[in-house]
């Protein structure tokens, strides 16, 4: 549980700080999966800005699925 939270939040503050895959280092891009690389390049400004939202008020949310139900809405 406290895994996926923490890999929820690294990922949360990738999206908010990170404009673009392209501007984190070459070096460094290689230690994302595959997965993560794929589904970053995909995301939209729309779902950027979700997810910075979501970002900025994490500490309104109780638990884990209160930001599912956000992401979703």
Do not use: Q
């Amino acid at each position: 549980m406290i895994r996926r939270v923490a890999t929820f939040i690294i990922f949360l503050c990738l999206v908010c700080v990170v404009p673009s895959l392209e501007s984190i280092p070459a070096e460094y891009r290689e230690f994302f999966p595959k997965e993560i690389r794929e589904f970053f390049i995909g995301l939209s400004d729309d779902d950027r800005a979700i997810i910075k939202d979501i970002a900025k008020n994490y500490a309104f949310y109780k638990d884990e699925n209160e930001v599912w139900d956000a992401l979703k809405n």
